[in-house]
């Protein structure tokens, strides 16, 4: 049987299970299909293309003379930095979902519709991107061929499946105990989240900025092999169960007239354009949720800077903002 050796690690996870359906879903060739968790799920079983899998511990040692060639990741920094090696010196190629690492120049930073060039020089391990981050470079790719991109403002409305099973439930509680009159509890998320937007994604770091807000700014840069691209990101839970949204400012070199970006993004690989005011076509989560491209709309020339255009792009953060750009890399390997 042709096809490749694939093992999903942290398959019981939300992004591991949209990894399971992304590789379905896109006929990925596979051989043989192994999945990976903690110790808490090994014994489990799940489906693959209709069969049941047993889900493995993952151990030092589960890699061993397995002839698995691809390892899809997504278990968390943590676990990303004790294995990952492990698994890429027993003869895998590791495209890894945490932070772990994005930023070692050893490591390919990719999203395949922007620098899928950048693959070619791994060596066992390839970086899959922060969610908000691939959204908005697939939507800047074609403007900054265009035109270089100098300055970004984005402002990020992400929902809690980005933060993991444990936040699409925090959500689904909540909101229950609310409408039931009953005390709501706040774990996941630093506030209450239902009903509610919060302007803080994982820790404060001493500039200010969140964690989340400078992986935007750093991964931009790396990914577009622009260093002076000046970002500045403002990241926000919402209560909306899945698909990122972005409000993303740019400035760049030369003007950018509506029209010739809204031609760019009509020919740009993964985008969707959205956009007709008179009719009110613009992308929201609900409507984009599930699919693996990039929805952009409400594209507008800035009233007071030259140079400055306005957009909003729309993205399902499980799939191409996690499973679906790491299968695509999959592709490329
Ligand atoms: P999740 O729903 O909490 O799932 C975590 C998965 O990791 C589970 O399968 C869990 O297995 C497994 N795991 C945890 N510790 C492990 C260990 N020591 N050994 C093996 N497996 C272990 O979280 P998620 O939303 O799927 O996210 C998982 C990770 O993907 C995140 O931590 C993050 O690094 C990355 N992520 C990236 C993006 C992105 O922007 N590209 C978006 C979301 C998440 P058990 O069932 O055994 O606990
Ligand atoms: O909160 C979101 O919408 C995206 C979260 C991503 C995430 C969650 C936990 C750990 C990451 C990530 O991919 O950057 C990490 C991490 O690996 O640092």
Redesign the pocket.
């Known amino acids: 049987m042709s096809g490749k050796v694939v093992a999903v690690?942290?398959?019981?996870?939300?992004?591991?299970?949209e990894m399971i359906r992304t590789l379905e879903r896109r006929n990925f060739p596979v051989k043989q299909i192994r999945f990976?968790?903690?110790?808490?799920?090994?014994g489990?079983h799940l489906k693959f293309n209709g069969d049941d899998v047993v889900?493995e511990?993952?151990t030092e040692k589960a890699f061993d003379n397995q002839g698995i060639e691809i390892a899809l990741?997504?278990?968390?920094?943590?676990?990303?930095k004790?294995?990952s090696p492990i698994v890429a010196k027993a003869g895998a190629v590791v495209i890894d979902?945490?932070?772990?690492w994005r930023m070692n120049p050893e490591v390919p930073l990719v999203v395949p519709e922007v620098n899928p060039e950048d693959v070619k020089f791994h060596k066992g391990i390839i970086a899959?991107?922060?969610?908000?981050?691939?959204q908005m470079v697939v939507a800047l790719k074609p403007l900054h061929d265009y035109s270089r991109v100098l300055r970004i403002i984005v402002s990020t409305y992400q929902s809690v499946?980005?933060?993991?099973?444990?936040?699409i439930d925090e959500l689904w509680d909540q909101t229950k105990n609310i409408i039931n009159g009953k005390p709501i509890v706040s774990a996941k998320f630093p506030k209450q989240i239902a009903f509610n937007v919060i302007p803080q994604i994982d820790v404060f770091l001493e500039n200010h900025f969140t964690k989340e807000e400078m992986k935007m700014v750093n991964e931009t840069r790396k990914i577009m092999h622009d260093e002076h691209i000046a970002t500045t990101a403002t990241c926000v839970r919402v209560p909306v169960l899945r698909g990122h949204s972005e409000s993303v400012y740019i400035e760049t070199e030369k003007k950018i007239s509506r029209d010739k970006a809204l031609e760019l993004f009509s020919k740009a690989p993964g985008i969707v354009l959205m956009d007709d005011p008179s009719t009110g076509k613009y992308p929201v989560p609900t409507e984009s949720a599930d699919q693996f491209d990039t929805y952009v709309g409400r594209v507008r020339e800035d009233l007071n800077i030259e140079n400055g255009l306005n957009f909003w792009c729309v993205s399902d953060?499980?799939l191409k903002?996690?499973a679906s750009?790491?299968v695509q890399i999959a592709e490329i390997l």
Not at 9 to 17: K, Y
Not at 128 to 134: D, G, R, V, W, Y
């Open positions: 690690v942290g398959a019981t996870g939300a992004v591991g299970r990976f968790a903690s110790s808490r799920s090994a489990q889900v511990e993952l990741f997504s278990a968390g920094g943590d676990t990303s004790q294995f979902n945490s932070s772990a899959n991107p922060n969610c908000s981050t691939i499946s980005g933060a993991g099973q444990r936040g953060n499980l903002g996690a750009n790491a």
